[in-house]
Each structure stands twice: as C-alpha cells, then as structure tokens.
C-alpha cells in the first residue's frame, strides 16, 4: 500500500498536486542554477516574458539576456547567500521584445546535503503597473528591521545622497549594545564613520567606493566603542541600484561581532610563534614525520649536530639519518603505539651522522593528533 501523509495524500498524489499547481498557476514559478540558467519555468512565467515556448526561455543566460542592468543578479546572489530567502525584492527584466518588466521575486536557496548550493527556486510577480514603488521598499525593509530585531548581530539601511553623503535611515537595537552609540549620537558626531578604528578608515572607505560601483561584498574592520574598548567587525553589504535615477541609492547590510574570533586568532598567532621560537632555537634536535616515515620539518639543532641541511632531509624517509637498528626500533615503536599499546615516550637509539659517524641518542616522542584524536604526525 502507498504511504500516506498526516493529510492522507501519497508521495504520488503529493506530485501530482504540485505539477498541476505548477502548471496552471498565475504567478511565474522557476528553478535556476547559481551560474545563471533556468532549468525549469512554467507557462506563466514563459508568458510573462513574452515567449512561445519554455526551451526559448531556458535558453536565456542570466543575466545579461534577461536582466536589464546585469549587476542585479549578482547583488541577488549575495543576497541568497547571505538571507537564504528573498521575500519581496523588486527586479527589473526585459521580455523577449526588449520591453522593460517590474518584477517582485520571492525565492529561497537550494542546498544539497553538504551544505552546497545547487540552485535557487521561487516566484515571481508582474508588478510593472504598480505605481507606489517607494512605499513597496519602505515595508521590504521594514521586513529586514523585524527579523533583524531577532538575531544578536545588527542589520543596518544607509541612504546615498546625490552629493555622495551617506544617512543612516535605520539600524537594528543590537548596533547600540555591540558600540554603546545610538544612531542619533552618531549623526550628531559626523556619522557611522566615528566608529570605525582610524587605522582601518583607509580600507573602509576603498570598500565604500567598491560598493558604490555596484559590487557587494563582505569587508572585516575594528570599531572604538563608546567606552572606548576596540572590538572586530565583518561586515556584509548590498548594494542598491535605483533605474530612474541611475545611481546606488542605498546600501543594506548586516554586521557580526568577531571580536572573540580575532582574539582567538591572534592567541593562535602568538602560540604558533613561541612554538617555532622554541622550536628553532633548542638545542636539542627536534623533527616531525608523517606517519609513513616523511620528514616534515627539521630545527637548526638537528642541522648543526648532524651535519645535513633541512633541504636535504624534507620529504625524505626519517631512515636516511638512523642506523637499521635504530631504523627498525622507530618503525616497531610506531606500530605498537598505533595499535594503541602504551609504550614509554623515552628510549636509547643511535643515528648517523652526514659525513657517516654514528651518534648515540635518546628519543623522545610523542604523537601529534587531529581535533578528533587521531595521530596524523610524530
């Protein structure tokens, strides 16, 4: 017997349901790829765009054959990657005569079950007679402000200004309690730019120049709270284009607080360089190896004792500088303890020297381990 859902409909009538839907629906309805093709329309859609057939309209590469100014989709693509989900964004189309279309596309992203996006599906509304534009982008961006409101990061809206000026027309609650300022005590002390660190206004204000030519994007900087404490931004802007005016009339964007990731980042730094100070200046000899046996890495140590160079024994099986005895002892070690036998990290071996004399040794080791405890290197 078919399985049935809660509503009692099998996987087969559930199709049929959708098919019929997607056939006879008003509204266009389409599948696309993230490079730029349909790969699937239906009638509706194939009529709003003025075609005969649906292969004519998967034909179309986007953008450039459907979008007016192409830039469009690529600011939608950031879109998608960054929302998931467009609710409500007005485009601007041409159909198969070259006539302009308003269109409204509410889409999601498609991903596949490693997280990948494979393509993007949604509708799309013929809104060309609507003749209350402005007031449609109010309401899109107050929809922004609502779900902004709910997430501990901030979502902002900045007006451009034909001289170039930037006004904040809205920031979310969560920009106040990242900086301590509110929007209005940055209005009155020369804007969002006394905020950002004065080492990083350079790159700032190169990112704002990109963003003006149509190009979104994702920039990282510092900011200088109201309290005076220095925190790390990223920021992810949009840029967006108004036809009639011909011009960036806005950019939407959103930030995140990744002041404990670059601590983490410069804690990691530190370490990685005390590690290698330690490393290098020993005077024991130290070296790493694969678990095959491939030297990795050598310390000056190792070279002044042995006599060979690092380049001569990097990517090199470690048996170029141990006598077999020794040879065999590493290898018989190294088996044991991967079989997960607890060995003593400490023991006696002897190792050769470039110019062939023998060095008594003795060893210590250990293994090095991934994240999930695992030993990849000795």
Known sequence: MAQRNRGGKTARERADHYRSFFEHALEGIFRS???????EVNPALVRMLGYESPEEVLAL?????????????????????????????????KKKSGEHLVVSLYAR???DTHGTVI?????????????????????????YRTVSDLISDYAYAVRIEPNGRTVVEWVTEAFSRITGFTVQELEMSGGIVRVIHHDDMPSVLQRLCVLLSGQPGISEHRIITKSGEVRWLRDYSCPEWDEARGRIVRIIGAGQDITERKQAEEALRESEERYRNLFENANDMIATFALDGTITSVNR??????????????????????TPAALALADERTRRALAGEELLSIFEAEIVRKDGSVVPIEVRSRFIRDAAGQPISV
């Open 33 to 39: 790829t993230p490079e730029g093709r349909f790969v």
């Open 61 to 93: 590469k986007l953008p450039d054959e459907l979008y007016v100014d192409p830039t469009q989709r690529a600011h939608l693509r950031a879109h998608y990657e960054f929302r998931g989900v467009i609710e409500g964004v007005e485009l601007l189309w």
């Open 109 to 111: 992203t498609l991903r």
């Open 119 to 143: 393509g993007y599906e949604g509708m799309v509304l013929d809104i060309t007679g609507r003749t209350r534009m402005e007031a449609a982008l109010r309401q899109s961006e107050a929809r």
């Open 301 to 322: 140590g190792l070279e002044v004792t042995l006599g060979w160079s690092r380049n001569e024994l990097i990517g090199q099986h470690y048996g170029k500088m141990a």
